[in-house]
């Protein structure tokens, strides 16, 4: 017995497309020179979860992002890395302590995680029925 189509609610799961690789949230990452603790272990292994909408927020009432604008990657890298090396429990002082490079190496992880998805929806071609998929977001920089 065939199954009718089936529409999908706002707010509900929509069925996964075939193929479509299961949404990433976390993404390990090795820092170019690494976290030298107090006690002298160095770290440089790490995770970094996706960033939610509370992650981007919360900081901007952090009173040391107030008083410093640059200090919104601190706070924000220290919500969103999950573990350096043995340390589970990463925060805004860690961050502070890392060398430039790995900061740096750490704000261009975040961006590419967080600011490179994608807009695809899967369409068909009237005439013969192929189906693929359309990125909706437009051609790439540079591209025409």
Same mark, same amino acid.
């Given at each position: 017995?065939?199954?009718?189509?089936?529409?999908?609610?706002?707010?509900?799961?929509?069925?996964?497309?075939?193929?479509?690789?299961?949404?990433?949230?976390?993404?390990?990452?090795?820092?170019?020179?690494?976290?030298?603790?107090?006690?002298?272990?160095?770290?440089?292994?790490?995770?970094?979860?996706? #960033? =939610?909408?509370?992650?981007? *927020?919360?900081? @901007?009432?952090?009173?040391?992002?107030? !008083?410093?604008? /640059?200090?919104?990657? &601190?706070?924000?890298?220290?919500?969103?890395?999950?573990?350096?090396?043995?340390?589970?429990?990463?925060?805004?002082?860690?961050?502070?302590?890392?060398? #430039? =490079?790995?900061?740096?190496? *750490?704000?261009? @992880?975040?961006?590419?995680?967080?600011? !490179?998805?994608? /807009?695809?929806?899967? &369409?068909?071609?009237?005439?013969?029925?192929?189906?693929?998929?359309?990125?909706?977001?437009?051609?790439?920089?540079?591209?025409?």
């Amino acid at each position: 017995m065939a199954m009718a189509p089936r529409s999908i609610s706002a707010g509900e799961p929509s069925p996964a497309s075939a193929g479509e690789p299961p949404l990433r949230t976390e993404f390990a990452f090795r820092l170019p020179r690494g976290y030298l603790d107090e006690s002298g272990t160095l770290h440089r292994d790490g995770i970094m979860r996706l #960033a =939610t909408a509370r992650d981007e *927020l919360v900081p @901007l009432r952090d009173d040391r992002v107030r !008083e410093n604008a /640059a200090y919104l990657t &601190v706070v924000l890298l220290g919500r969103v890395i999950t573990r350096l090396g043995g340390i589970t429990d990463v925060h805004a002082g860690i961050v502070e302590d890392l060398f #430039a =490079t790995d900061l740096a190496f *750490l704000q261009d @992880l975040y961006r590419r995680v967080n600011s !490179e998805g994608h /807009a695809r929806a899967a &369409v068909a071609c009237p005439d013969c029925g192929h189906k693929f998929d359309v990125d909706l977001s437009g051609s790439r920089l540079g591209e025409s």
